[in-house]
């Protein structure tokens, strides 16, 4: 059955940086867009960043493009997302997420989870 388990989460200091990964397995890692969301305490779950199978191009949210990247390694089906400068809005739980299709848009549903990682930037 389709894994997705992350890692790499922890407490940082602002402007610290992290990178998070997603090990993937039960499916075929290169022929879907994957993704990165995030659930701050009582805040709704939000879309992060994706980087699609083809090309692959990538695709953020304002609020990270320029500190986040999201990359992929399709040899190890482990999905990464550096995280530079990062910020006390950043705090939260992250979790990587895989798409129905290869292309990425905003409209393609979501067919896996990981269990998610904490995220905490505090001085």
């Known amino acids: 059955q389709v894994q997705l388990v992350e890692s790499g989460g922890g407490l940082v200091q602002p402007g610290g940086s992290l990178r998070l990964s997603c090990a993937a397995s039960?499916?075929?890692?290169?022929?879907?867009?994957m993704n990165w969301f995030r659930q701050a305490p009582e805040k709704a779950r939000e879309w992060i960043a994706a980087i699609s199978a083809i090309g692959p191009n990538t695709y953020y949210r304002p609020s990270v493009e320029g500190r986040f990247t999201i990359s992929r390694d399709n040899v190890k089906n482990t999905l990464y997302l550096q995280m530079n400068n990062l910020k006390s809005d950043d705090t939260a739980v992250y979790y990587c997420?895989?798409?129905?299709?290869?292309?990425?848009?905003?409209?393609?549903?979501?067919?896996?989870w990981g269990q998610g990682t904490q995220v905490t930037v505090s001085s």
């Open positions: 039960g499916f075929t890692f290169s022929n879907y867009t």
């Open positions: 997420a895989k798409s129905s299709r290869a292309y990425y848009s905003p409209s393609y549903s979501i067919t896996a």
